[in-house]
C-alpha cells in the first residue's frame, strides 16, 4: 500500500457520459497530480493541485477537470465520454512545496477506465 | 523543455544475468531524475532518485544508476537479473519550470528469460 488511495479501480462507461475519479493523498502530502496513461501516448501529464490551488497544468482536454478538496483528496471529472479516453489514470502525491519534486511521487495504483 | 529518451523500448536478458536500461535527458539545468517500475496491472513505484548529491544512486532490489553530466544520461543497472524484475521502467525528469510536474520516457519493458 502506497498510501495513495484511488477509486474505483475499474470503470466500464458510455460514450458520452460524465464520471469522476477519486484520490485521497499519502497523509501530509500537499500536492496532488493526476496523469494518463494509454498505450499510444504514453504516461502524460495532466494537473497539478497544491494546497487546494491549481498550480500547473498539462495535456488536459477542456471536457476534464479536477478539483482538491480541503481535506486534500481530488477528484478528477471526466464528460462527454469518447473511445479514446479509455486508459489508466494515476494519481500521485507529492509533500515539500508546489514546486519541489526532489523527491519524487507516490502514486496510487490508479483508475483503469473503459468506454465503450 | 526538458525531454526523456529512453533509447530502447524493450530488452531482453536471461536471469542471473546482467540488466542495463539506457535513458537519456535533456535539461536546461541541474534535473531531478528518477527511475520508476511498473509491474503488469500495477501503479508505479520509485526504484530510485537523483537529486544533485552523489553521482551513483541506489535503489530498491539491487538497481543502481549513474548521473553522467557530460553525457547527458542516467542509465538504470543491475549486476544480476531476476525474474521478478520483468516489468516496465520509465525513466523520468522532474520539470522545475512548471510546478512538480514529472516527464517521463516512453518506457522500456525488461523481459527476463528463466
Known amino acids: 500500500d502506497s498510501g495513495v488511495t484511488q477509486t474505483p479501480k475499474h470503470l466500464i462507461t458510455a460514450t458520452g457520459q460524465r464520471v469522476t475519479l477519486r484520490c485521497s493523498p499519502r497523509s501530509g502530502d500537499l500536492s496532488v497530480y493526476w496523469y494518463q496513461q494509454s498505450l499510444d501516448q504514453g504516461l502524460q501529464f495532466l494537473i497539478q493541485?497544491?494546497?487546494?490551488?491549481?498550480?500547473a497544468k498539462g495535456n488536459i482536454l477542456e471536457r476534464f477537470s479536477a478539483q482538491q478538496f480541503p481535506d486534500l483528496h481530488s477528484e478528477l471529472n471526466l464528460s462527454s465520454l469518447e473511445l479514446g479516453d479509455s486508459a489508466l489514470y494515476f494519481c500521485a502525491s507529492s509533500g515539500g512545496g508546489w514546486d519541489r519534486v526532489s523527491y519524487g511521487y507516490t502514486f496510487g495504483s490508479g483508475t483503469r477506465l473503459t468506454v465503450v | 523543455a526538458q525531454s526523456v529518451t529512453q533509447l530502447d523500448s524493450h530488452v531482453s536478458v536471461s536471469e542471473g544475468t546482467p540488466v542495463l536500461l539506457r535513458c537519456n535527458y535533456s535539461?536546461?539545468?541541474?534535473?531531478?531524475l528518477f527511475w520508476y517500475v511498473q509491474h503488469p496491472n500495477k501503479g508505479l513505484q520509485l526504484l530510485l532518485k537523483?537529486?544533485?548529491?552523489?553521482?551513483l544512486v541506489k535503489g530498491i532490489n539491487g538497481f543502481e544508476a549513474e548521473f553522467k553530466k557530460s553525457e547527458t544520461s542516467f542509465h538504470l543497472t543491475k549486476p544480476s537479473a531476476h525474474m521478478s524484475d520483468a516489468a516496465e521502467y520509465f525513466c523520468v525528469v522532474s520539470d522545475k519550470g512548471q510546478g512538480g510536474k514529472l516527464i517521463f520516457g516512453q518506457g522500456t519493458e525488461l523481459s527476463v528469460k528463466p
Open positions: 493541485y497544491y494546497n487546494g490551488e491549481e498550480r
Open positions: 535539461s536546461s539545468y541541474s534535473p531531478s
Open positions: 537523483y537529486t544533485s548529491a552523489a553521482t
